[in-house]
């Protein structure tokens, strides 16, 4: 139904910025809640920003509040996670992440679709 794929990780040296893309396929994508995950080496998932079908409402892991912001353009069939001021523990593989469901969106569970990843590093 839907298909999920990354862009915009890079290297980046503490303190700058990067904004990552999704761009998704499939006729549905408005009717889905949508989300970025990361994972770096040796750690588990853990959740980063969710956003609402309709975009009205966001949802932040308390180590990027402030830092990071999540939007759609459900037109474009886009979600955006723009990340400022990147530390170096920011550094993982980013994923998105489609949810049907659209509640529990830190929940990786609650997510039916996934993209395969997109590296961002972060020096120092």
């Known amino acids: 139904q839907v298909q999920l794929v990354e862009s915009g990780g890079g290297l980046v040296q503490a303190g700058g910025s990067l904004r990552l893309s999704c761009a998704a396929s499939?006729?549905?994508?408005?009717?889905?809640?949508m989300g970025w995950f990361r994972q770096a080496p040796g750690k588990e998932r853990e959740f980063v920003a969710g956003?609402?079908?309709?975009?009205?409402?966001?949802y932040y892991a308390r180590s990027v509040k402030g830092r990071f912001t999540i939007s759609r353009d459900n037109a474009k069939n886009t979600v955006y996670l723009q990340m400022n001021s990147l530390l170096p523990e920011d550094t993982a593989v980013y994923r998105c992440?489609?949810?049907?469901?659209?509640?529990?969106?830190?929940?990786?569970?609650?997510?039916?679709?996934w993209g395969q990843g997109t590296q961002v590093t972060v020096s120092s």
């Open positions: 956003i609402t079908w309709s975009g009205d409402n966001t």
């Open positions: 992440a489609a949810s049907l469901a659209g509640v529990g969106l830190s929940l990786p569970e609650r997510y039916d679709y």
């Open positions: 499939g006729r549905t994508f408005s009717s889905y809640a």
